[in-house]
């Protein structure tokens, strides 16, 4: 049991943001919230933690309703930072911890291990506006898990750091998740949630338009990527019929293809006019899947 998100709308007076969402996180899963600008990721997080009301439908944690008095359990990091600009970094997470209701003890021992597993054991006494962009996301971060949530929300975790952080951060969401945290997080950086979660869902105008296993999402989207690396001229493969794509690289040539029968046809082709030194067919990636599902029709 995890949570449920069950046929919940929401509307801001005429206009519908999340439109009959249905999904289901169980318990322990990560999981990737995908969407355009504007397509109701951030109102589908702010329902989770009972800051807004669903106009319809229901969301539950663990079997029981969520309301605003169960945000103990849950962790957000919202998408604006929300920290005190003249505040100390200690006496900021000492103020967000005690309305968890932790006591000073467990707060400051928190603070440290994360300070030190970020590698800024220093910035305790700094204050927030003295710290770059992406080290307030770090305590941001710290903000959001500090009381040990079981459900953590994470909006745009990665947005503005640089890649040494978004290490960091990728880890400590990977540790948290190994030790049963549930965790939703959006991105508009595919890889990274290509890397972090087997389950997704991509909104489109707050309704899901791809949702389940990441894996059985890309086995099911019938096209391919194919990558050749030849010593000849392959241009007259963009005319072939089947190939939707094609691209010149440095390293050689990348189609998108029909079907994978496409990808058997290009091979023969060009098996038959010479050496082939690679050729692969890969899974789409999920930007392609993106692309597609969300792109075309993108408003
Ligand atoms: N309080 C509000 N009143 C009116 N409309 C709102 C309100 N909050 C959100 N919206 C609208 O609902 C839609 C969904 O917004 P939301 O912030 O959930 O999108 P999002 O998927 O998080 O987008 P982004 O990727 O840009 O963060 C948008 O069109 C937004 O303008």
Known sequence: MGLDI???????GAFTAVDDLTLTVPAGQMFGMLGANGAGKTTTFRMLLGLL???EGKISWKGEEITYQRTNEVGYLPEERGLYPKLKV???LLYL???????????LAEMEKWLEQFKVPEYATKRIEELSKGNQQKIQFIAAVIHKPELLILDEPFSGLDP????LLKGAVMELQQNGTTILFSSHRMEHVEELCEHLCILHHGKPVVYGKLREIKKSFSKKNVFIASDYDLSSLADQAGVL???QTAEGVRLQVEHEDVARDVFQFIAEKGFVRKFEVEEPSLHDIFIE????SYA
Do not use: C, H, S, W
């Open 6 to 12: 069950t046929n919940v709308t929401k509307r801001f």
């Open 53 to 55: 009301q669903p106009t």
């Open 90 to 92: 200690k006496d900021q």
């Open 97 to 107: 911890g005690r309305l968890k209701g932790m006591d000073k003890a467990t707060i």
């Open 164 to 167: 040494v952080n978004v290490e």
């Open 245 to 247: 794509k094609y691209r």
């Open 293 to 296: 599902k969300v792109g075309e």
